[in-house]
């Protein structure tokens, strides 16, 4: 499996507010560009890809947005408006949840008020952690792993603290090249990676 952890800190997690920023300072149109390259290919989709939206602009707690590619099934069409609908159908379903509860909103889609740092612990469990880092390994020269899952944020960088937990987890630093990418750009580049590598 391939896993990616999109940190959205400037996404809110209220639905009116989350669809009103597309295209203002939060950016939330982002998220639906990282669906769009973890999950489809041209003509086709990808069955073994989990993508988990870490959304924390809240007055209570973050909202993990989990998409199962092998599992979704009507999306409402292949465009940005439908995958952003889809994202505020999930926080909308997460009204008056208390933390850590989990909640379906459709086939292959969850919805959970899960820290950033809860979410990753458990994710180590299963898979190697990788970190986007300008200054990591190049990811052209170390061998991924077969369960890979890929830590990427929105605009807004990795907090410096987080790095500290993220290491104990035994999370490699990795970069895909000198330029600063659109979070959705690097899981392009991952994902052409992982064809090459693994097949």
């Known amino acids: 499996m391939r896993a990616f952890v999109v940190r959205a800190r ?3 997690t209220d ?7 597309v295209g203002e300072e939060a950016h939330t149109e982002i998220l639906a560009h990282v669906l769009m390259n973890a999950i489809f290919t041209a003509q086709s989709h990808r069955d073994d890809v989990e993508v988990y939206l ?5 007055k209570d707690f973050s909202r993990t947005v989990r998409f199962q590619s092998s599992e979704l099934r009507n999306i ?3 465009h940005e408006q439908a995958l952003i609908n889809m994202i505020a ?3 909308d379903v997460s009204v008056g949840m208390d933390k850590e ?3 379906d909103v459709d086939a292959g889609m969850t919805v959970e008020t899960v820290s950033f740092e809860r979410l990753v612990q458990r994710l180590a469990e299963t898979y190697q952690l990788y970190l986007l880092d300008k ?7 170390i061998e991924l792993a077969h369960d890979a899952c890929f830590l990427l ?4 960088p990795m907090p410096k603290k987080s790095w500290n937990s993220l290491k104990r987890l035994n999370t490699q630093k990795i970069s895909l090249g000198p330029k600063m990418l659109f979070a959705s750009q690097c899981i392009v580049l991952i994902q052409n990676e992982l064809d090459i590598q693994l097949g």
Do not use: M, P, W
């Open 153 to 156: 944020t929105d605009h807004i």
């Open 54 to 58: 870490v959304i924390e602009s809240t």
């Open 15 to 21: 639905k009116n507010t989350f669809l009103a920023s």
């Open 10 to 12: 400037a996404a809110s």
């Open 89 to 91: 159908r999930a926080l």
């Open 135 to 141: 200054k990591g390994d190049s990811v052209r020269e």
């Open 101 to 103: 509860q989990l909640r």
């Open 76 to 78: 409402g069409g292949f």
